[in-house]
């Protein structure tokens, strides 16, 4: 089978199915909230200044989306998370990405995942990683209360180095699986050898 054939059954069998166990759960979140009618429920919202500009932190400066915010009179009650607590459990699974990546695949969450980078320099460049993140936030991007999803990643952590290989955590958000496509492109793009997904 064609390293895209394998890869088309994968999405379909799998990533496919994490995402869409994690939005429904969302979903039902953002629901049970807006049964309050004395508020209103934001989803998908930026930690972002006065003026409205998202704020960034750590040594990417990756800025956060926050799951579901409400606001009562103008301020804000309450900032919720939403935490699928599920997986889709399968064997581990590996295969070649664009002829230059090895992908090693494991059970993970939409909104936790992690991914072990091996083959870097000691002092990588990650500007490729935060341009793909930053393409995806759309910083510029607001839900409004009746809107709930934006097709917008969450978060990036900073890459944490353990010998042989970095650490990054994601949270893919309401982002379409392609995201989860244009990230292993970013990993080659990087230099990496190749990498581990799932949660460790």
């Given at each position: 089978m064609a390293?895209?054939?394998?890869?088309?059954?994968?999405?379909?069998?799998?990533?496919?199915?994490?995402?869409?166990?994690?939005?429904?759960?969302?979903a039902e979140a953002i629901s049970e909230c807006r049964k309050n009618k004395s508020v209103k429920v934001f989803a998908e919202a930026a930690?972002?200044?006065?003026?409205?500009?998202?704020?960034?932190?750590?040594?990417l400066g990756s800025p956060l989306?926050?799951?579901?915010?409400?606001?009562?009179?103008?301020?804000?009650?309450?900032?919720?998370?939403?935490?699928?607590?599920?997986?889709?459990?399968?064997e581990t699974l590996s295969f070649d990405w664009a002829e230059k990546?090895?992908?090693?695949?494991?059970?993970?969450q939409w909104d936790s995942c992690q991914a072990k980078i091996f083959g870097l320099p000691d002092s990588p460049d990650w500007k490729a990683l935060v341009d793909w993140f930053m393409s995806n936030f759309h910083e510029s991007s607001q839900s409004d209360?009746?809107?709930?999803?934006?097709?917008?990643?969450h978060f990036m952590s900073d890459p944490e180095s353990y010998g042989d290989y970095y650490l990054v955590a994601f949270d893919?958000?309401?982002?379409?699986?392609?995201?989860?496509?244009?990230?292993?492109?970013?990993?080659s793009l990087i230099g990496a050898k190749s990498v581990e997904i799932g949660q460790f």
């Open positions: 390293a895209e054939e394998l890869f088309d059954e994968i999405r379909e069998s799998y990533i496919d199915e994490i995402r869409d166990v994690y939005l429904n759960i969302y930690f972002s200044t006065s003026e409205g500009e998202a704020i960034g932190e750590g040594l989306r926050t799951d579901i915010v409400i606001v009562q009179g103008g301020v804000v009650k309450e900032s919720l998370r939403v935490d699928s607590g599920l997986r889709l459990y399968f990546l090895q992908v090693t695949l494991s059970p993970f209360p009746g809107q709930d999803f934006s097709g917008v990643v893919f958000g309401s982002a379409p699986v392609e995201v989860f496509e244009t990230l292993l492109d970013t990993f």
